[in-house]
């Protein structure tokens, strides 16, 4: 043991924590094994499965908030409409065939639809708005609307872990969703 002798506060720290870490996966482990059994939790494996609970639950919020800091960092430095503006110019006709197709087939236009140069109309009407959505994609003062909505949601999501107010919330049912 002169290993442990020649370890500085952090790696002694680190090597501790270690143990503890194998020490309760371990006591999980043998916990599982013993139910299925059906067989009690020992006394001392039991007091290390509570000791677990009580660290995780301490470091959650904690680790928690360290990761949202980091998404925040990253998602500000992204240029999400941009990525949107050029996975739209790749799918361009695919995007004009689908928004003529779903025009088409809209209840609402039967007696429109059957007007001369309706398909035309619509191609054109297609093209336009394509065309205007990709630019306003690509323009950096879009960039900043998404990242500050981003960021702000962050901010909101980061008060709330803080705050405890995501753990009085009450369960939501699924949304119904249409098979169409």
């Known amino acids: 043991m002169t290993w442990l002798r020649d370890l500085d506060t952090s790696e002694l720290v680190l090597v501790i ?57 990253v998602i500000q430095t992204g240029h999400y409409t941009r990525n949107i503006s050029a996975a739209l110019v790749e799918n361009h006709d695919e995007l004009k065939r689908l928004v003529a197709e779903k025009v088409k087939h809209d209840p609402n236009v039967r007696l429109i639809g059957k007007l001369p140069g309706y398909d035309l109309i619509v191609s054109e009407v297609s093209e336009t708005t394509l065309r205007v959505l990709i630019e306003m994609l690509g323009d950096p003062r879009m960039d900043e609307l998404v990242s500050d909505l981003l960021r702000n949601n962050l901010q909101q999501i980061k008060r709330a872990v803080r705050q405890r107010d995501h753990e009085n919330v009450p369960v939501h049912s699924p949304p119904d969703f249409d098979d169409r």
Do not use: Y
């Open 17 to 73: 924590l270690g143990a503890l870490l194998l020490l309760t996966i371990l006591s999980a482990l043998l916990t599982g094994a013993l139910v299925r059994r059906g067989l009690r939790t020992p006394w001392a494996i039991h007091k290390i499965n509570r000791l677990r609970e009580r660290v995780i639950s301490v470091i959650k919020r904690p680790i928690t908030i360290m990761v949202l800091d980091e998404v925040a960092d």
